[in-house]
């Protein structure tokens, strides 16, 4: 297999807030032979830009997409947000040249014009399309074969289907699934798997995310999960940093740990959970690493 290269694109939240993420990220994507490139000069994807300004959205998510064709390389993102926002902006500006035309205007300010000539990928696709299945089941040394968990995917790699032509169902995703699967861990079904975290309105109403992540967590333990799989940092904070709250709200008890994925799959590659930052998680995985020999 060639060499895989990306122009890594972490986006606003994980640096910040999520660092576990991007450094389970880096861990188990060299040890698959995959170079990750740096965009010190990267903006904000400019998803929370839309709902207020259209244009300023697709201006600073354009500009993004310039950095990478400036650099000759696909953008990597670990964020399902950043991942549909970039995405659904290349596939549109490619596709409508007035837009287009429009949206070079602004950025000539600037000293940049979009051509087109780069892909945007998720973590997942990736793996699952670009590193391969095989490849990561090789690296695999330490099979879960103890573990039984479930999973969230997250709505912006799935939907809309039109943008993403990566071959998953958005009403019955498999993609997540298999390659949790990968790590010998059993991938549990349960009911709503495809509902919404609830979190892109948080900022608005405490409740009713709330009130979807509660139902959420009590549908993922009925089936008796030892942990959920995410990954996107925006669910993970809305199942992981959130769950204490839900459950002083709502006097329940949930307990699930919430790994992402890159930290599921580097514990099944023979990495200790210190590397993984498995410590930095609300909800810790004593338990759960307790099961694995």
Known sequence: ??????????????????SSYEISARKVLEKLGVELVEMPEFNCCGFPMDPINHDLMLTLATRNLCL???????????CNGCFSILNETNKMLEGDKELREKTNGYLKE?????????????LVHVLAEDVGFEKIKDAVKNPLTNLHVAQHGGCHIVRPAKYLGHGDDPENPTMLKNLVRLTGAECLNYMDETECCGNPIIGVNEDVPFQMAREKLGHV???KAQALITVCPFCHMMYDLNQPRIERNFNEKFGIPVLHYTQLLGLA???????????ELRVKPAELLSQIS
């Open 1 to 18: 297999m060639p060499g895989l290269r990306y122009l890594l694109f972490l986006g606003c939240v994980i640096p910040y807030r999520l």
């Open 110 to 122: 600037i000293g940049m014009e979009f051509k087109g000539t780069i892909k945007v990928k998720h």
């Open 269 to 279: 590659m023979g990495f200790p959970p210190e590397e993984l930052v498995l410590n």
């Open 221 to 223: 333990k009925a089936v």
């Open 68 to 78: 990478a064709e400036k650099q000759n390389l696909n953008i990597l993102t670990l």
